[in-house]
Structure formats: C-alpha cells, structure tokens
C-alpha cells in the first residue's frame, strides 16, 4: 500500500512539473501576459533580499551601521555603472565583510 501511494504521489508531482514544460511550445500566450512574465526573476529576487537587507535581525534596520544595506546600496551602484556581474559580487561582500569586522 506504501508504494502505491509514493508512486502516486511521485506521478502527481513529475505531472505538474512536467506538463507545463511539455506544453510549452504549443501553448501560446498574449504579449502582455509574456511581458508581465519577463519581470518575475527580478520581482522574487527582490521579494528575498529586501527583507534580508532592511530587516537581518527581526526588525527594521535603517541604519549606516547595517552593513547588510550598506553593502546592498554599493553593489546596486556598482551594478548601474559597471554591469559586471564579478564585479557587483566583489565590491557587495568585499564592503560586507569589511563593514561587519570594523564596526
């Protein structure tokens, strides 16, 4: 009986996992729809450092002493004016780590 269920189980996550990708070139969407899409990457990555950047301890943090936002506001800088994704890396934890040791 417990491997009739763990089969069943195993086949109802590879379907819904696997249908959409099955499906996809024959599955058309609206333009707006696909555009709306496209934003989805950045809008989750977003969803998880803000709260890791304004809130590491359990509450707000606003402060030039966060080195999680200090660190957070260099690497967007960095970001806008190199694009370099090594470079983002480096200047983000290189401040990091010396903003959290010295304070």
Excluded: H, Q
């Excluded at 998880?48 to 304004?54: H, S, T, Y």
């Amino acid at each position: 009986m417990e491997w009739a269920m763990l089969l069943g189980m195993m086949a109802v996550t590879f379907g819904i996992r696997y249908l959409p990708f099955a499906l996809a070139d024959r599955l058309r969407l609206n333009p707006w729809v696909e555009r709306a899409l496209s934003y989805a990457p950045m809008a989750v990555l977003s969803a998880i450092i803000a709260p890791a950047v304004l809130v590491p301890k359990g509450e707000l943090w606003l402060d030039w002493r966060n080195p999680y936002l200090v660190a957070a506001v260099v690497a967007i800088i960095v970001a806008a004016l190199t694009r370099n994704l090594l470079a983002i890396i480096a200047a983000g934890m290189g401040l990091f780590a010396l903003w959290r040791f010295w304070l």
